[in-house]
Structure formats: structure tokens, C-alpha cells
């Protein structure tokens, strides 16, 4: 394997109705049922926090492949949506959808940024294939995947 330049270390303790804090103590988070699971809502819970990772390394992603291509992209403004769904015998989904902003480029080279960014994000990476990932540009469906 090769070497990581990075990597985040956390521990939870209690699940959905416990208490996350990441090694270096950045992060120290209540973590609760959303209320439409029956819980109380008053804590962070893991949809929220993979929609805020999404949303957060797809814009460092988009305003990468901006400079490198001479475009204006680090003005993007993400909105994630990270759902939990049902599905057969009890088990569950994930599903996301990502609304991008760009202002600063034409339609067609926010569509082709952000076509772009979703090949090569660390999180797109890792969620190809495994959940349906819907992608809005400038308030325009462009796919899933």
C-alpha cells in the first residue's frame, strides 16, 4: 500500500447516541438520532458530517482543477444533501446530492469543471458505484452516478 499523506483519526463511543472526538481534539461532538429516526436531534449525526467532508474536498477539488485549467473556481459554493434511505430486510442507503454553485464561469465550464472534479475527489472515489450521487450545477441537473 502506499503511504498516506494525510490520515484523521476519531473514536466514538456510544454509535448514533454517543460522543465522536477526532485524536488531535478538534472535533468533540454530541452525536444523536436525527429526530426523524426517533431521536432527540440535539447532536451532529454521521449523514451531516459526510455531507460537510463531501461538500468541503469536492470545492478544494473544483478550485484545483479551476487553476490548473485557468478558470475561476475557488468562489464554488456547495450544498450537500446526504440521505439516508430504506431499503429491503430492514437495511439502509446512502444517496447524496451535490448543488454547486460556480459564478465566476460560463455554464458550459461549470458543468465541464465539476464533470471533472467528480472523477478525480477523493470522496466521489470512494462513493462511485456504492450510492447514487446526484450532481446540480448552477441550478441545472447534470447526472448521477
Known sequence: ???A???AEANVAGGRSGRGRTSDG???LELRLPKELGGD???ANPEQLFAIGYAACFGATLALIGQRGN?????AEIDASVSLIPIDGG?????????ISLPSVTGEQAVELVSAAHEVCPYSNATRD???VALVVNGSRIGRS
Open 5 to 7: 499523506l494525510y490520515t
Open 1 to 3: 500500500m502506499t503511504k
Open 26 to 28: 478538534r472535533l468533540d
Open 71 to 75: 478558470l475561476k473556481a475557488d468562489d
Open 41 to 43: 436531534g440535539e447532536g
Open 91 to 99: 437495511r439502509f442507503k446512502l444517496g447524496a446530492e451535490l448543488r
Open 130 to 132: 456504492n450510492l447514487d
